[in-house]
């Protein structure tokens, strides 16, 4: 009986907690941010030790007798691990708006519009962040919270808790059954 | 001796004084007329008369002539009673001051010499008591039948021409003796352990449609406020659709969330800011947010319009 009241009333549950609730849409500030960026990171290097590692075994593979342990230097773990970083950021940031660290953390990029961004976007602000991963600093003094990348390129980074795939967070409607219990 | 017998039997049992006083009094009847004839015998029973006059038997016979309306018939029966005894006082005064003589003589007339024990006056007498007893026994067993038998049928016949209810309702305080009744007993108890209430509930609900009782005198759509209110059902949802792992998680966002705001706080305090931040969201995603809102509502039933409704206003 309850359900059907509740289904006439179009009564809507809000997933998100509700001391969470009052931060969605708004900027993530640097601890997130860092956090989120620093579990990216970590994918990305763990991802580029698995490609040393891959090709070690395939030398192996190819000779086993005369294996040497491939010696690269440094420079190319940079260049692996910065083509890693522009194509997962652009992927991740291009389709669903955030990366793993930023699902983890739950915040999402958005465009100036609030909606996702556009593949080129996605692209020129992943390769900004791999170049230039120090300007995500600016948010700590910046009234906004708001990064080098975001100020340039008129980005945003949220707070939005949603696990729905849509780059708008909706706020609770004014029906919703949490926002009357927290009036 | 039956008289005083029935005397005493006539006392109520709430004077036990009074019943010591006429037992008394019969024992000492008893010893006198041992063999003294129906002398004594009446001369007991105008003993027994002036005894029962007594404030506590007249009190009683007042309370029944009253509740009988036989005032005359009381008056009659108290002329008689003051005959009875102002003619048996100088009687028994005489008869005390003769006793010593006339005793001796009243017993050898009873028991004469040279008569046969059987046809001696006292023989005789005590056969002619044994024949009036059985005699009153019978009567009284006569009556005692009859009354029986036409009793009950009299008592009908009195009640189908008497109201019995208005007089009850006239005469007697129903409140006091119903209020009597409800402190003497344990109602609740009583109807617990006497009542089948599983099948007074059973019939009472099979009686009635509850669905329908309940949606014709409840506020089901208040009700159902108040109960998510209280239960916080959102809360209960997502408490049971989310594990342990979730959890960790929520606590980690929200910890980060406070150390933003720890950051920025420290930071603002240190650039000798005065207004808070703003990292709502750009003015271009309100407007968007509104449009969504907007669309929603139009799939919404009309009459779940809210006067807070944030997109109705705009």
């Known amino acids: ?183 | 001796m039956n008289l005083a017998a029935s005397t005493s039997r006539a006392i109520p049992p709430s004077s036990p004084s009074r019943h010591q006083d006429v037992a008394v009094e019969s024992r000492d009847e008893a010893s006198s007329s041992q063999g003294s004839g129906d002398q004594a015998t009446g001369d007991v029973s105008s003993r027994a008369l002036v005894s029962l006059r007594t404030p506590e038997t007249n009190s009683t016979v007042r309370s029944l002539s009253d509740s009988l309306v036989v005032a005359g018939l009381t008056q009659a029966m108290d002329t008689t009673l003051g005959v009875v005894v102002v003619v048996s006082k100088p009687l028994i005064a005489v008869g005390q001051w003769l006793e010593p003589v006339v005793m001796p003589l009243l017993h050898a007339a009873a028991h004469p010499p040279l008569v046969p024990a059987g046809l001696s006056p006292a023989a005789m007498l005590t056969r002619l008591r044994r024949a009036g007893t059985t005699a009153r026994n019978e009567l009284v067993n006569g009556v005692d039948t009859e009354v029986r038998t036409r009793a009950t049928p009299l008592a009908k016949a009195v009640l189908e021409r008497v109201d019995t209810t208005a007089i009850v309702l006239e005469a007697v305080d129903l409140k006091a003796i119903v209020t009597a009744a409800l402190d003497s007993i344990d109602l609740t108890d009583t109807v617990v352990s006497r009542v089948d209430l599983e099948r007074v509930v059973t019939a009472a609900l099979d009686a009635m449609d509850l669905t329908a009782l309940v949606r014709d005198r409840v506020d089901l759509a208040a009700l159902a406020d108040e109960v998510i209110e209280d239960v916080d059902l959102p809360e209960i949802i997502r408490e049971s659709s989310t594990g342990v792992a979730s959890d960790v998680v929520r606590g980690a966002r929200m910890g980060a969330i406070a150390g933003d705001d720890i950051v920025a706080k420290w930071v603002d305090r240190v650039l000798l800011r005065r207004r808070a931040r703003r990292t709502d969201v750009p003015h271009e995603r309100q407007e968007i947010l509104a449009d969504d809102q907007a669309t929603d509502e139009t799939v919404r039933e009309p009459s779940a319009a809210d006067p807070n409704d944030r997109s109705a206003h705009e």
């Open chain 1, 1 to 183: 009986m309850i359900g059907q009241l509740m289904s006439e009333r179009q009564v809507r549950v809000d997933p998100i907690p509700r001391e969470a609730r009052p931060y969605q849409g708004n900027r993530a500030g640097v601890v997130t941010r860092t956090a989120a960026g620093g579990i990216d990171y970590a994918i990305i290097v763990i991802a580029t030790l698995s490609t040393y590692a891959s090709y070690g075994v395939f030398v192996f593979l190819l000779n086993p007798r005369g294996v040497q342990w491939p010696t690269w230097p440094f420079f190319v773990f940079l260049i692996i691990g910065f083509v890693y970083m522009v194509t997962y950021l652009t992927l991740a940031w291009a389709t669903t708006g955030r990366t793993y660290g930023a699902r983890v953390l739950g915040v999402r990029v958005v465009n100036f519009r609030g909606n996702k961004v556009s593949w080129p976007s996605a692209l020129v602000r992943a390769a900004f962040c791999a170049v230039f991963p120090v300007g995500l600093y600016l948010c700590i003094v910046n009234r906004g919270n708001r990064s080098v990348q975001d100020v340039v390129l008129r980005t945003s980074v949220i707070h939005d808790w949603s696990s729905h795939h849509r780059a708008d967070v909706t706020p609770p409607p004014p029906e919703s059954l949490d926002e009357e219990s927290t009036r």
